[in-house]
């Protein structure tokens, strides 16, 4: 399917789905269902840098908080200035992923020339030093937080958790388009190349590191974007919850579960997990349903290494053994693997 | 902020006694992250694990902490075994450490801190010993027990720790283990098992550095998470897997943030060993002594 009709389909679910949402006539939902539609959104991001290329990245409340945290610095200028006017979120979303993907960019320049492990835990430590500078930057609350007070109403559609709802879904859509556009385009076939055998591809004259920097700012950039509305729809921002881990767990489990080599994981699994929390943390509590996603990240990782797509494909559609190897050679580089399986056990 | 001598001295002091804990905090992964290349991230953890056990026993038993750690090590051996067995066979048997390996320690993790939340609650937690409470006084320089007791442990673990590696037969074959597993195949030992006790006694380590961190602090689950940052911040910068490297590069960061936390405040200082850590991995990704 090209891509003009899949967006067009998105937009008509989504239209389909808001109408639903309204027609159930409670505000409860689109709370729920807006914190739902922000994890596919990160898990979308998140799933580009790490699912196509390869890259574990620990620094998804980092990005987020950073479009969350441009909000909240607009939101104070246009109070400070006493101007009268609301700006709209899709404005808002844009500066959120400009900031975001921007310091995406920067961090790939910085740390992506280390493999693997030191560029996740330089995304972590990247989380940290942004909580820091804005737990110490009074302009935008510093570590006592910042109110933001959200309109009522906004004109055609109803209360303001609506227009969210609506922004969000939108971003949804875009996110996932962005995401199918870019597995199927020549970028894609490059990230796979990546997160298979990095030197082979370098040595075949594939631009690993241009690659890279472009997947860190586009997956940085919608994880800013799904941050930007957060302010007006929490109303209190404070650095400590928004920098929170659970942001990272949620948007590394999401795709992991649902699978990661393509876009319908993160969407999946977003769609599930999300969900199963919502109605835990209403009917258990919250404490438990982190409890949960980590377990379940644990258990699909060791039982289910290619998820729910995985799965599917292994025992509904019966299309052979290995989804991931259908487009590419498999995860292991080629060197690493038989050193382990093939050699003879030793004598112990 | 005033400059005084005096608070400069005493600030690289506690630096210092503080850098001497981190070490042994590292330790542990200096093992298993610089040797043997296992990313375990949720080294922090087992650490908080390690001050819960301390605090049981001494909330109920008035066993002192330290005491406690050593009496327990063997458990927390066993458990790193058994985990690292799980981890061979689901992820490195099949060669896909790489990504997943990450997220299984991430999810462990978290399996572990939010356990920890559900069962004991988020309130603060501290021990009682003879140690805790009086402070030495040298001229202007104040140096308080409950931190040069753990720090002086601390270097006698890194001390032992560093005697296995180097001179008994299985420290020898971890250190090969990380250089050549078919080498060590061919002579014939089993990489697997060494890796195994490695691992074991990377996270037994983590019980010591419980019990430091509970007579140091007052301990609630999430206070491993700041450390994460810390541990690998002195891992990378002393040089993954040596373990001299680890104390200087623990005590440089334990002075750095001290004198940061001194003259421009403490919510400054975690900063401090993450800009470390950038740094260090976009200069020199070797770290001070690197191998």
Same mark, same amino acid.
């Given at each position: 399917m090209r891509t003009a009709p899949f967006f067009l389909i998105c937009l008509v679910v989504g239209g389909l789905l808001f109408a639903a949402a309204l027609a159930l006539g409670n505000d409860y939902y689109f709370f729920a269902g807006y914190v739902v539609l922000q994890y596919v959104v990160l898990s979308t991001a998140w799933n580009i840098l790490?699912?196509?290329?390869g890259y574990v990245n620990f620094g998804t409340a980092g990005f987020f908080a950073l479009g969350a945290y441009s909000t909240v610095a607009i939101y104070k200028l246009i109070e400070g200035n006493e101007l009268p006017h609301v700006v709209p979120i899709p404005l808002l979303m844009l500066v959120g992923g400009v900031v975001s993907g921007v310091v995406g960019l920067g961090m790939g320049y910085l740390?992506? &020339?280390? &493999?693997g492990a030191f560029f996740s835990i330089a995304t972590l430590a990247l989380a940290v030093v942004l909580e820091t500078l804005v737990v110490n930057w009074d302009y935008v609350g510093g570590s006592r937080g910042a109110f933001i007070i959200r309109p009522e109403t906004v004109a055609p559609i109803g209360s303001y958790v609506r227009y969210l709802f609506l922004m969000m879904l939108i971003l949804a859509v875009v996110g996932l388009t962005v995401a199918r556009l870019i597995e199927r385009s020549r970028l894609g076939y490059g990230f796979a190349t990546i997160r298979d055998d990095e030197l082979a591809a370098e040595a075949s004259g594939v631009p690993t590191l241009r690659l890279k920097l472009i997947a860190t700012t586009i997956s940085g950039a919608l994880m800013g974007m799904a941050g930007a509305p957060f302010p007006y729809y929490i109303g209190y921002l404070q650095p400590d919850s928004t920098f929170g881990l659970d942001y990272a767990v949620n948007s590394i489990a999401m795709p992991l579960i649902g699978g990661?080599?393509?876009?319908v994981g993160p969407l999946i699994g977003a769609v599930l997990l999300g969900s199963l929390q919502q109605i835990i943390t209403v009917t258990i509590s919250s404490a438990v349903n982190l409890l949960i996603v980590g377990c379940l990240l644990v258990a699909f990782v060791i039982v289910a290494p290619n998820g729910i797509i995985g799965v599917v494909h292994k025992y $509904?559609?019966?299309?052979?053994?290995?989804? $991931?190897?259908r487009r590419h050679v498999g995860l292991q580089s080629p060197g690493a693997a038989p050193e382990v399986d093939s050699a003879p056990e030793a004598p112990s | 902020m005033i400059f005084s001598f005096d608070l400069l001295i005493n600030a690289i002091v506690s630096g210092v006694l503080i850098g001497g804990f981190y070490a042994a905090v590292t330790c542990g992964v200096s093992l298993s992250?610089? =040797?043997? %290349? =296992?990313?375990? =991230?949720?080294h922090p953890a087992f650490i908080i694990l390690g001050s819960y056990v301390a605090y049981i026993a001494n909330a109920?038993?008035?066993? %002192?902490p330290i005491v406690t750690a050593i009496i327990v090590l063997p458990a927390f051996y066993a458990l790193g075994a058994g985990i690292y067995q799980i981890y061979y066979l689901s992820f490195e048997k099949r060669g896909q450490e790489s990504l997943r390996g990450l997220a299984f320690f991430f999810g462990l993790l978290f399996i572990t801190e939010v356990s920890l939340v559900l069962y004991f609650g988020v309130d603060y937690r501290d021990v009682n010993a003879i140690y805790i409470g009086p402070t030495w006084h040298f001229a202007s320089i104040d140096v308080p027990l409950r931190i040069f007791v753990p720090c002086l442990v601390s270097l006698v673990l890194i001390a032992c720790l560093q005697f296995i590696l180097t001179r008994t037969f299985i420290g020898r074959a971890i250190m090969a283990v990380a250089q050549d597993q078919l080498a060590l195949r061919l002579m014939a030992v089993d990489p697997v098992r060494i890796k195994r006790v490695a691992f074991g006694i990377s996270i037994a380590t983590a019980s010591l550095a419980g019990a430091f961190l509970i007579i140091i602090q007052p301990v609630e689950p999430s206070v491993g998470r700041d450390y994460i940052g810390r541990i690998f911040a002195i891992c990378v910068l002393g040089g993954m897997g040596s373990l001299p490297g680890t104390v200087v590069a623990a005590m440089l960061i334990g002075v750095v943030e001290s004198l940061t936390s001194t003259f421009y405040g403490p919510s400054w200082a975690p900063a401090v060993s993450f800009g470390f850590l950038l740094l260090t991995l976009a200069v020199r990704p070797a770290g001070l002594m690197g191998r």
């Open positions: 790490g699912g196509y290329c740390t992506l &020339r280390l &493999r990661t080599t393509s876009w $509904v559609l019966h299309k052979g053994d290995d989804f $991931v190897g | 992250f610089g =040797i043997l %290349d =296992i990313v375990n =991230i949720a109920s038993l008035g066993l %002192d």
